[in-house]
């Protein structure tokens, strides 16, 4: 039997959502000075913040479910997996462990003070393909400070997923332009079963990182 209070939380969210369209819809065409085209604008964007809800709640519910967003993160393998109602599971990962060796090796070597182009120069030299299956570069590693990526910097390897960090704009030509959130809007969930790192360490290696290391 459903949760009651669950249930009325459920309903008195669709029926704040739906009272939000209402309001919009009718502010549109009772303003006298309102034109067709501010209607539409207006209905547009209604739209896309609906779409986007949508989406983060879709996310969510994969995430909580055990999905990781995105594609494939190095160090893990995607499977395939079936919830109780026979439904497909997306984003399900496992650990790889050969690349988690070199996730930890690479950690490692940072730690003790091995400069990144050595790290890459080493991999390459011993012939481990990268992510994408090239050559390592710096870049690999460091990545970004505002989305989190690199090897080093990647969330995933202490067991956090980490999403919705940007939102997408779509413009006339009809292509997509990502905007960074800030990280207060970020949303994590805690995997501890795909963790490869000690916290303890990867937070070093932030601090590392951070003081120009």
Not at 144 to 164: D, E, N
Request: glycine share 8%.
């Amino acid at each position: 039997m459903p949760n009651s209070r669950s249930s009325r939380s459920h309903q008195e969210t669709l029926n704040a959502s739906t009272d939000d369209q209402f309001t919009t819809m009718l502010r549109c065409i009772l303003q006298p000075n309102s034109s067709a085209e501010v209607l539409v604008a207006e209905l547009h964007a209604m739209s896309k913040r609906s779409s986007s809800e949508k989406t983060h709640k879709g996310t969510r519910r994969a995430v909580e479910r055990g999905g990781v967003p995105g594609g494939k993160t190095y160090g893990y393998d995607i499977v395939r997996g079936i919830d109780e109602r026979v439904d497909p599971l997306r984003g399900l990962r496992i650990i790889n462990e050969g690349e988690a060796q070199i996730v930890r090796l690479i950690f490692n070597q940072f730690e003790s003070g091995v400069r990144p182009r050595e790290i890459c120069r080493q991999l390459n030299e011993k012939g481990i393909l990268s992510p994408r299956g090239k050559l390592w570069h710096q870049t690999t590693l460091l990545g970004t400070a505002s989305r989190q990526s690199g090897i080093l910097r990647q969330p995933l390897y202490v067991g956090l997923i980490t999403f919705c960090k940007q939102e997408y704009h779509r413009q006339r030509s009809g292509k997509r332009t990502a905007i960074p959130r800030s990280i207060d809007e970020w949303i994590r969930v805690a995997v501890l079963y795909l963790r490869i790192i000690e916290m303890e360490q990867f937070e070093r290696v932030q601090d590392v990182i951070s003081n120009g290391g």
